[in-house]
Nanobody, 123 residues
């Protein structure tokens, strides 16, 4: 199995910054996509940002120009740098990783989720 551990959430004032990190561990053969989702109370989970193995990024319109996703392929980590935070960014943020793992006998596709980390933007 592949486990994800997130860190970096917290309380920040509007206009402030936070940095979220997610580390993947396990029998990982390769990672294709690394993503951040978020879910606010009463809302559906929404995709915030994606980064491919080649470094191509994509962002939700609501965070473009404010959030930056990056990854370290050697360490199997993904980071979300969040600047100019707004109250509407308040949510639980989830790391999502999609790739291929080694079972010991063969490779198998996997999709794993982190446990979620709370981000609260409030004065």
């Amino acid at each position: 199995q592949v486990q994800l551990v997130e860190s970096g959430g917290g309380l920040v004032q509007p206009g402030g910054s936070l940095r979220l990190s997610c580390a993947a561990s396990g029998n990982i053969f390769s990672i294709n996509f690394m993503r951040w989702y978020r879910q606010a109370p009463g809302n559906e989970r929404e995709l915030v940002a994606t980064i491919t193995s080649g470094g191509t990024t994509n962002y939700a319109d609501s965070v473009k120009g404010r959030f930056t996703i990056s990854r370290d392929n050697a360490k199997n980590t993904v980071t979300l740098q969040m600047n100019s935070l707004k109250p509407e960014d308040t949510a639980v943020y989830y790391c999502n990783v999609e790739g291929v793992r080694w079972t010991g006998l063969y490779t198998r596709n996997f999709i794993s989720w982190g446990q979620g980390t709370q981000v609260t933007v409030s004065s």
